[in-house]
């Protein structure tokens, strides 16, 4: 599956901004799917930001934007969204939309290792 990422760009502190994730080639697995948001700064690993279950009924977030952020999908649409409130310059980063096969998981993967479908990366700048 082919992932593109959209919505990104140049926000102040306390903005709000929401990303946009469209699947693409393989759809039909799309409802089998784990879908994840990960982003990574200059200089820093990439790391987890949030999940959501193939089947919905579990979704994850890293303890830093724990009550900010909120992922969703529509699965008709192939897409995952990714809201984004009370944005912080410690926001500023790419972020990649991924996706792994998920009625095999136990659990949400938070690594990058369990997705092997990612996106080309969106920008998003948050300056104070």
């Known amino acids: 599956v082919q992932l593109v990422e959209s919505g990104g760009g140049l926000v102040q502190a306390g903005d709000s901004m929401r990303l946009t994730c469209v699947a693409s080639?393989?759809?039909?697995?799309?409802?089998?799917?784990?879908m994840a948001w990960f982003r990574q700064a200059p200089g820093k690993e990439r790391e987890f930001i949030s999940g959501i279950r193939w089947n919905r009924l579990s979704t994850d977030y890293a303890d830093s934007v724990k009550g900010r952020f909120t992922i969703s999908r529509d699965n008709t649409k192939y897409t995952v969204y990714l809201q984004m409130n009370n944005l912080k310059p410690e926001d500023t980063a790419v972020y990649y939309c991924?996706?792994?096969?998920?009625?095999?998981?136990?659990?949400?993967?938070?690594?990058?290792?369990?997705?092997?479908?990612w996106g080309q990366g969106t920008q998003i700048t948050v300056s104070s």
């Open positions: 080639g393989r759809t039909s697995t799309f409802g089998s799917t784990d």
């Open positions: 991924a996706a792994g096969f998920g009625p095999t998981k136990v659990r949400l993967g938070l690594r990058t290792v369990d997705y092997d479908s």
